[in-house]
């Protein structure tokens, strides 16, 4: 697993390493049941603290990405698949919504509203 953080970043380590997990688990990279590093292992590969990590594995944990076992480590969710696909789609339909309030704002119709969609989607 790569993580790549920055100090000069506006958000917060613990934030970047769970977007990093995350991403991946969304991406494919990582797959169900993959074993992630240990948060002692995370935090001396990326040099932070160990309470970092473990703000960012219980975040996903919460978020339903991971999944701990006691004494057994920690894997990427069963069922994360299902989870990334919500995630995204959440995502889609927050951005959509600001499409269609802009739209409005400019007195587009809903008909020129999805031939744009239809040209951004098919790329002419």
Not at 32 to 45: F, G, T, V
Not at 90 to 102: C, F, M, P, Q
């Amino acid at each position: 697993m790569y993580i790549i953080i920055s100090n000069s970043k506006d958000k917060p380590i613990y934030e970047q390493i769970k977007d990093e997990i995350k991403n991946q688990i969304i991406d494919g990279t990582l797959k169900a049941h993959d074993p992630l590093p240990s948060m002692r292992s995370l935090a001396k590969d990326l040099r932070v603290s160990v309470i970092t990590t473990k703000r960012a594995y219980n975040d996903l944990e919460n978020e339903g990405f991971i999944v701990s076992l006691a004494g057994k480590g920690t894997y990427v969710a069963g069922k994360s698949s299902e989870f990334a696909r919500e995630e995204r789609l959440k995502a889609i339909e927050e951005n959509l919504d600001l499409a269609v309030k802009s739209a409005k704002d400019l007195n587009l119709s809903l008909e020129e509203l999805i031939e744009s969609l239809k040209i951004i989607y098919n790329g002419d």
